[in-house]
């Protein structure tokens, strides 16, 4: 029977007080948590399965209270999605969800979160995203980033930026979003990354792409981690290995 392993490990980094990254696995939900140690989780490919990341906006109030809420209406609404435009569907309710838990709460004004992740079908697999944490299939010719990023172009010679063009939340008026989905035909061994920028700020796609071709899923996690440690940490880690087992 072919099955869903998702790989997964979230770490506050080493600047940040806080741990903003939220992550949801099927009905699993992971957040505000640190822990450096990966955990794995096996799911018979079947019902629809959700996993995905939310990275809650820094230098604006909540950020956990944002991507945690994302996470668990994901949780729920996840078992029902069956293609494109119910992602999206979903996502847009996340974003209202957003926006709802502030009412009457001026502490929670303008909170928001990014959101990427993958939704696992019986023969088909969908990348989506709204903001810039990133999704990437992993393949026998390199790493490719299939998510498309939230952000303004890049100046020559500038490799990441913190500005993000698209969020849930984040603003003081509900607005309707635009994600980014994709879908891909679904094969035994597939492998896909997703994960916040506390990793891929850090630590360019090259090195990325050197650690998941030398290691499997929880040495790869664990060496992925360390090397956004080592390059000083300074934003919350998350990431989540997806792969296709038989």
Request: overall charge negative; aromatic content about 4%.
């Amino acid at each position: 029977m072919e099955y869903i392993a998702v790989t997964a490990l979230s770490h506050v980094g080493l600047v940040r007080e806080h741990n903003e990254d939220s992550l949801v696995i099927g009905p699993w939900t992971l957040c505000g948590t640190t822990t450096r140690s990966p955990q794995t989780l096996l799911f018979p490919l079947g019902r629809p399965l959700v996993v995905a990341v939310a990275d809650g906006l820094g230098g604006q109030p909540a950020g956990e209270v944002a991507s945690e809420l994302v996470v668990r209406e994901l949780a729920l609404l996840g078992p029902t999605l069956e293609g494109a435009e119910a992602i999206e569907d979903a996502l847009n309710l996340c974003n209202r969800a957003v926006h709802s838990a502030t009412e009457g709460r001026p502490e929670l004004t303008s909170m928001g979160t990014t959101v990427a992740g993958t939704l696992v079908l019986p023969e088909s697999l969908l990348s989506f995203n709204v903001g810039d944490s990133k999704v990437y299939r992993v393949a026998d010719d390199g790493l490719r980033q299939v998510s498309v990023d939230d952000s303004p172009p890049l100046p020559p010679g500038q490799r990441t930026t913190s500005a993000v063009t698209q969020t849930l939340g984040g603003s003081r008026a509900e607005h309707v979003l635009t994600p980014h989905v994709a879908t891909f035909p679904l094969s035994t061994g597939d492998r896909y990354l997703v994960c916040t920028d506390g990793l891929t700020d850090p630590v360019p796609d090259e090195a990325i792409d050197e650690v998941l071709r030398v290691h499997d899923d929880g040495k790869a996690a664990f060496e992925l981690w360390k090397a956004a440690i080592e390059a000083g940490g300074p934003d919350n880690i998350t990431l989540a290995l997806v792969r296709i087992g038989a």
